[in-house]
């Protein structure tokens, strides 16, 4: 079994900053990808940032430049750094990994979701 523990989420004041994190845990040989998603209320999920193994970084268009994906491969954790928040990214924000269990399978794992409100 693997689990991922998200953290980070709350109220801010548009403008403000939040860090999310998602620490990993449980029976783990390897993480590759590791992303952020979001679904806001009435809204299909969508990707915000994603992260490889390697470091490669992509982001949705409308968190570029304000948002950054981060990762601590010792931790098995990922970060995400919210900064200039809008009312737009009021959201739940979830956690995404793609891990290699100790029995050598493929889990896609999703961790159970954090809020994030901004008020305008």
């Known amino acids: 079994q693997v689990q991922l523990l998200e953290s980070g989420g709350g109220l801010v004041q548009a403008g403000g900053s939040l860090r999310l994190s998602c620490a990993a845990s449980?029976?783990?040989?390897?993480?590759?990808?590791m992303g952020w998603y979001r679904q806001a209320p009435g809204k299909q999920r969508e990707l915000v940032a994603r992260i490889t193994s390697g470091g490669s970084t992509n982001y949705a268009d409308s968190v570029k430049g304000r948002f950054t994906i981060s990762r601590d491969n010792a931790k098995n954790t990922s970060y995400l750094q919210m900064n200039n928040l809008k009312h737009e990214d009021t959201a739940v924000y979830y956690c995404n990994a793609d891990v290699v269990s100790r029995l050598y399978r493929y889990l896609e794992v999703w961790g159970q979701g954090t809020l994030v409100t901004v008020s305008s």
């Open positions: 449980g029976s783990i040989f390897s993480i590759n990808a």
